[in-house]
């Protein structure tokens, strides 16, 4: 039996990144990363809801969603 992986927020954000802002389709990212589907929705609707952002020691989400530059 395979064991789960279990990702950490910055790393869920930076999969969600690359489908929000890459435009990367999600059967691509899941199969990619090991991934179901019906997670990386849960991630997407946590991430839209403010509980899946990490936060630096001042409060602020320390991953933003746009690029900067």
């Given amino acids: 039996m395979k064991q789960r ?3 950490a ?17 999600i059967s ?3 199969d990619e990363v ?3 589907p019906t ?3 849960r991630w ?3 991430f ?3 509980r899946l952002l990490p936060s630096s020691r ?4 320390n991953v933003p969603l746009t690029r900067s530059g």
């Avoid at 927020?9 to 389709?25: G, M, Q, S, Y």
């Avoid at 001042?58 to 989400?61: D, I, K, L, R, T």
């Fill in 5 to 7: 992986k279990h990702y």
């Fill in 9 to 25: 927020p910055e790393e869920k954000v930076a999969i969600l990144r690359r489908h929000l802002l890459e435009k990367e389709p």
């Fill in 28 to 30: 691509k990212l899941c």
């Fill in 34 to 36: 090991g991934l179901q």
């Fill in 39 to 41: 997670v990386f929705y």
């Fill in 44 to 46: 997407q609707k946590e």
């Fill in 48 to 50: 839209f809801e403010n």
């Fill in 58 to 61: 001042n409060g602020q989400p």
